[in-house]
């Protein structure tokens, strides 16, 4: 079992005396040298890429509630494939393995969800109430609510570029596509987003003439 860091809640959150990281081992067994290197290779690794990761898989769409475990995954399956990992390499195994744990994460929560039309008539008009949160609470609500809107693999792009400041080319080489189609997937999630944005806009506008 690897232990996890403290998660952060917000973008630009830094891990502050992080916890140690674990590896499985016998109680009564003798930690080898390479144990150990191997243990402080990952914990490397978490402490390089956790924040963003933790961010982006929740973008992804993951309920706060399975972040941890996702991200579980996610590094149980690096250190697992550490051999096979350049160091090099180490980020972009990260986030495409955490972009391919958090999809079938989401399509399991999915499959198991069942809705009824009373909570489908509470939830069709979610925008936050104008006095109801801060600023910043207000902007991270409305966020979180478009990018719901998106496909994944939109949203991902999505959120590498404009959220983590990626440039296309690191998108490309981290999520394994090519170039061209990170491009498109980019355009059609801004012209999603703005689309999304534009209807949030309006339905405020009426809230705030309405008596």
């Known amino acids: 079992m690897i232990k996890l860091p403290t998660q952060p809640h917000l973008r630009g959150a830094t891990l502050m005396n992080p916890e140690p990281l674990a590896l499985a081992a016998p109680e009564d067994a003798m930690v080898s040298p390479r144990a150990e290197a191997r243990e402080a290779r990952v914990r490397r690794m978490v402490e390089a890429h956790f924040d963003a990761l933790w961010r982006f898989t929740r973008r992804l769409g993951v309920e706060t509630m399975d972040v941890d475990d996702v991200m579980q995954q996610v590094l149980e399956i690096a250190a697992a494939r550490l051999a096979d990992i350049a160091t090099s390499s180490e980020r972009s195994f990260l986030f495409s393995t955490a972009f391919r744990v958090a999809s079938e994460q989401r399509r399991r929560r999915q499959s198991r969800r069942e809705v009824g039309d009373a909570a489908i008539a509470r939830t069709e008009d979610p925008t936050p ?62 012209e999603q987003f703005e689309a999304h944005v534009d209807r949030l806009q309006a339905q405020m506008r009426r809230k705030e003439v309405l008596p």
């Open 129 to 190: 109430e104008p006095d109801a949160l801060t600023d910043q609470a207000r902007a991270r609500a409305v966020l979180d609510q478009v990018l719901a809107s998106m496909p994944t693999e939109l949203r991902a792009v999505f959120t590498l570029y404009e959220i983590e400041e990626m440039t296309m080319a690191e998108i490309a080489e981290l999520l394994g596509l090519p170039s061209g189609t990170v491009a498109s997937r980019l355009r059609r999630a801004r």
